[in-house]
């Protein structure tokens, strides 16, 4: 039987994936070993990069090796208007349809009070201060010019439905339009699988 | 978007990843980076030490981080039975039944002449020697009495059983008995998934 300290530390290591279970974590170890020794070590070494470099862009909130990702330094965008999406993936699907060319604020996840996740876990605060910042905050008006729009693109599932919901509370008294993704995405289903029409059309249908 | 060179380079080194694509390894990418930085510099770092510790046992093939595995280590063991497999998997799926306490080779693989993997590819020479060692070659006689019966556990696809076919061939000149497990084990199937109550009873009836 295969055995060893550092075999079973790489099987660990691998079953805590998302979708790894323990029969996947050994197929995927014993591959590696076997047939792809240079890909396990560039995969470790992009690991390694990846978690030192990475961090969440200073306005959007999104992953990005930039203080500001290269999206919100995008001097052709429409500053007046921002979409809030719950993931990147999301972002990317939006991004696909091309037919929204204003910036993003990525929530990096859904309010969810049964898993401990709260407006304080996707920034609800700092999204509100990205909309209206308080008076007297330091600001750079030719830089960021006020939003006049938000449209809300969270998931329509339950979390992503009550995410929109508390968003839309909390901009209510900052004076700018608030705007939901049209119903044309189906009920239930996650952004990141629909097809791009349907979003398209969904975004062009915005109440 | 999230963007980046590392994440693409995360994503890209995850995709190699036997059984994960596009959208699994940006997910994988995402949820790592998201909610567990410790897990992936775990994952790097079991990575760079499986890589560097794990080779294959000189008697067995298996993966091991000793020059001879545990296993074959094992005075307890028979050593005039080798029963011959094609993965760790298998051989680990062998060892729950506990109806074997003979030693194993591990082929690492399958003869697969369209995927270019021919008797070179998975050591059947070192097979064969390890069975019937070379006259003149060194070798003690306490440390590793003859092998008397090889039995073949390759899996009952096409490609093993022309595996066990080809060794089979081999050995038949090396006065050895070479027994094939049980057809009890559904036709079609692999090992690994097969419960232990039928691989018991295969190795029973073996023929």
Do not use: W
């Not at 705007?179 to 289903?189: D, F, K, Q």
């Amino acid at each position: 039987m295969a055995e060893g300290k550092s075999l079973q530390a790489l099987q660990q290591a691998l079953g805590r994936l998302p979708g790894v279970g323990v029969k996947s974590a050994a197929r995927m170890a014993f591959h590696m070993l076997q047939h792809d020794r240079a890909g396990a070590l560039r995969l470790a070494q992009a690991l390694q990069e990846a978690v030192e470099r990475i961090c969440h862009c200073q306005l959007c909130n999104t992953l990005s090796e930039q203080p500001v990702c290269a999206t919100c330094q995008d001097g052709q965008r429409d500053r007046s208007k921002l979409c809030v999406v719950e993931t990147p993936a999301d972002q990317a699907a939006m991004e696909r349809t091309q037919a929204y060319r204003g910036l993003y604020f990525v929530l990096m996840g859904k309010l969810s009070p049964l898993d401990g996740i709260g407006p304080q876990e996707i920034g609800l605060q700092r999204l509100f201060e990205r909309v209206a910042p308080r008076q007297g905050a330091e600001q750079d008006p030719a830089e960021r010019p006020a939003v006049q729009e938000v449209i809300l693109a969270t998931n329509f599932t339950a979390e992503g439905e009550a995410t929109a919901h508390v968003i839309a509370q909390g901009l209510k008294s900052r004076g700018v339009q608030v705007t939901r993704l049209a119903r044309g995405v189906p009920v239930g289903s996650e952004l990141e699988y629909v097809d791009l029409g349907t979003i398209a059309h969904a975004l062009l249908d915005r109440r």
